[in-house]
């Protein structure tokens, strides 16, 4: 029997769940995104849909020696239309669900940090949007006959940095969203803001050239202009790349200051 | 020499706007003790333990368990408290096993999966997801993953609302268990009949206040009563389960 009136010792070794644990929960996470397999129909569906409703008229029109418009215009629009609804529409809604049912609360006292959970968010959208980027991509090239991007290696580091901007995006928006239905309506009005700004409808030549000249420098704009220089073979400039790091940084910056267990 | 406490709570105080939740709140919990807090809904106990498990900050006062502040020394407090929250909800598609399996992987020496399940008797329902648990399974998982990185402290939070009779009862057996390996235990309870089983120690709260504190014994002496519930009527003025 202790009977002492110091505390009883406690391990001053301090144990945090590590990279198995995080593989773990990336795994939980994953199975709740399949089971509920609705969540997956808008980012898989939609790119889908206006792939194969724009592919036709611009897999003939060449805009270089071997590329189509197809390629330079219409897939990196395509490939950041799957990543921007993955990162601002799904994940935010994922973890508004979260702290609206308790989840994060119960996570929150646990070992489990903050930043493990929300890096399992992270890692699951882009497990996500790689499955519609491939989705898009197979049916772009085996149906229109696309062909893949001149520089296959800076198209990917677009790729990455464009994922990690939009999820950043998208955690200013489950951090500052109150209800899951408020992440729903914040991320929509988020993916429309970057996507019509950033060309989606149309081009970003139909535009005002101020609100042009913004939505250039937006995550969405940026990527679709990086992803169109990777795809040409031409050296993709510093612009849109400073634009989608300045994104990661506020992102995560907001995020940080903003976010809450319940 | 008394036995060091396992938890110390002083003079804690919580307002939510204008709203005093907790007022000038002090308790001490041996180790090895079971402390039942009692009080009628809004008498502050939820925010309280809350605070205990480092949810919530104080506005003023303090908090040790087991010698540590649960906000300063989060990391390590975690490692040692167990918390099952009111109304906290679980990932609802995945299945028991699963959910075991996660929860005991944010601990350096968890309690294996077998045996949370045998504690909480729900080895059945290994394959069923959360979703489709009825309510006193769901609370029965919610303990097991309480208990997953053997905890020192548990805190229960109304352990067995809303439970039928025999989920009750399997629950407090649980509760025995515990008590048998020297757990420290918090319980956030509105069952009379429970909280004189299982408690060695009552605290009474009203209005954010502590009204009593005292053995369930004692707490019936005090008022001159016959029971625990009659106890509780003469000193609160309420009856607490008809008060839910």
């Known amino acids: ?262 | 020499m008394s036995r060091a406490p396992a938890v110390e709570v002083e003079h804690l105080a919580k307002r939510f706007g204008n709203t005093v939740a907790v007022d000038d709140v002090s308790l001490r919990i041996q180790q090895g003790e079971t402390l039942g807090i009692l009080g009628i809904n809004g008498s502050g106990k939820s925010t309280t333990v809350e605070m205990i498990a480092g949810l919530r900050p104080p506005d003023s006062g303090h908090v040790r368990v087991l010698g540590l502040d649960p906000r300063r020394d989060r990391g390590a407090v975690r490692q040692v408290l167990g918390v099952q929250l009111q109304d906290a909800e679980l990932h609802s598609a995945l299945t028991v096993a699963e959910l075991i399996g996660l929860y005991r992987s944010f601990y350096p020496d968890p309690r294996s999966a077998q045996e949370l399940l045998d504690l909480v008797e729900l080895e059945d329902k290994r394959d069923t997801r959360f979703e489709r648990l009825s309510g006193g399974q769901q609370q029965r998982l919610s303990v097991a993953l309480a208990l997953a990185g053997k905890p020192r402290v548990v805190i229960l939070d109304e352990l067995t609302t809303g439970l039928d009779p025999a989920s009750r009862r399997r629950m407090w057996r649980t509760l025995d268990r515990l008590r048998d390996d020297g757990v420290t235990i918090i319980l956030v309870s509105h069952t009379m009949e429970e909280v004189e089983r299982l408690c060695d120690h009552i605290v009474l709260l009203e209005a954010g206040r502590v009204l009593a504190s005292a053995t369930p014994a004692e707490l019936v002496a005090r008022a001159g009563t016959s029971t625990l519930d009659e106890a509780f009527v003469q000193l609160t003025g309420h009856d607490l389960e008809v008060a839910e």
């Open chain 1, 1 to 262: 029997m202790n009977t002492t009136d110091t505390p009883a010792p406690v391990s001053t070794r301090i144990h945090r769940p590590g990279l198995r644990s995080l593989a773990i929960l990336v795994l939980c996470e994953t199975k709740m995104v399949i089971r509920d397999s609705a969540g997956l129909i808008v980012p898989l569906g939609l790119p889908l849909l206006i792939l194969l409703t724009s592919a036709g008229s611009t897999a003939d029109q060449m805009i270089t020696a071997d590329r189509t418009a197809l390629d330079l215009f219409v897939l990196p629009l395509v490939i950041t239309m799957v990543l921007t609804m993955v990162g601002v529409l799904n994940m935010p809604s994922f973890l508004a669900y979260y702290r609206r049912t308790g989840i994060l609360r119960r996570l929150a006292v646990t070992p489990a940090s903050p930043v493990m959970v929300l890096s399992a968010q992270v890692i699951v959208s882009i497990l996500q949007s790689a499955l519609g980027i491939i989705l898009a991509l197979v049916v772009a090239m085996t149906a229109f006959g696309a062909k893949p991007p001149v520089d296959l290696i800076p198209a990917f580091g677009v790729l990455a940095l464009t994922a990690t901007a939009m999820c950043a995006m998208g955690m200013i928006v489950a951090a500052s969203a109150p209800t899951p239905n408020s992440a729903v309506a914040f991320g929509l009005v988020a993916f429309l803001l970057l996507g019509a700004t950033g060309g989606m409808f149309g081009g970003t030549q139909s535009l005002p050239e101020p609100i042009a000249e913004i939505g250039a420098h937006l995550p969405f704009g940026a990527s679709v202009e990086a992803l169109g220089a990777a795809w040409a073979g031409q050296p993709i400039g510093a612009a849109p790349l400073l634009s989608l790091a300045a994104a990661i940084v506020v992102g995560v910056a907001v995020a940080a200051w903003l976010f809450r267990w319940e």
